[in-house]
Nanobody, 115 residues
Framework: QVQLVESGGGLVQPGGSLRLSCAASGTIFHINAMGWYRQAPGKQRDLVARITSGGSTNYADSVKGRFTISRDNAKNTVYLQMNSLKPEDTAVYYC?????????WGKGTLITVSS
């Protein structure tokens, strides 16, 4: 079983920055991709950013140029640096890890962007 521990959420003012971390532990086969999704109230869960084991990345159009995803393969950890945050970024952010054929999800961390 794979466990994911997320950290770094909270309240931030518009224009501010936050950094999310997600560490995977447990019985890990081979992590192919790691990423972050978010779900705002009343909306579906959508991809924010994703990074493969080779370092290829893709981002939602709404966060391009503001968010940066990175990973530390040795620590099985993925990061999301979020700059220039906007109120519309308010959501629960979920870590996702693709280990072999399986998807694993974190419990989610709330980010609120408000003045």
């Amino acid at each position: 079983q794979v466990q994911l521990v997320e950290s770094g959420g909270g309240l931030v003012q518009p224009g501010g920055s936050l950094r999310l971390s997600c560490a995977a532990s447990g019985t890990i086969f081979h992590i192919n991709a790691m990423g972050w999704y978010r779900q705002a109230p009343g909306k579906q869960r959508d991809l924010v950013a994703r990074i493969t084991s080779g370092g290829s990345t893709n981002y939602a159009d709404s966060v391009k140029g503001r968010f940066t995803i990175s990973r530390d393969n040795a620590k099985n950890t993925v990061y999301l640096q979020m700059n220039s945050l906007k109120p519309e970024d308010t959501a629960v952010y979920y870590c996702n890890v693709v280990d072999g054929p399986r998807d694993h999800w974190g419990k989610g961390t709330l980010i609120t962007v408000s003045s």
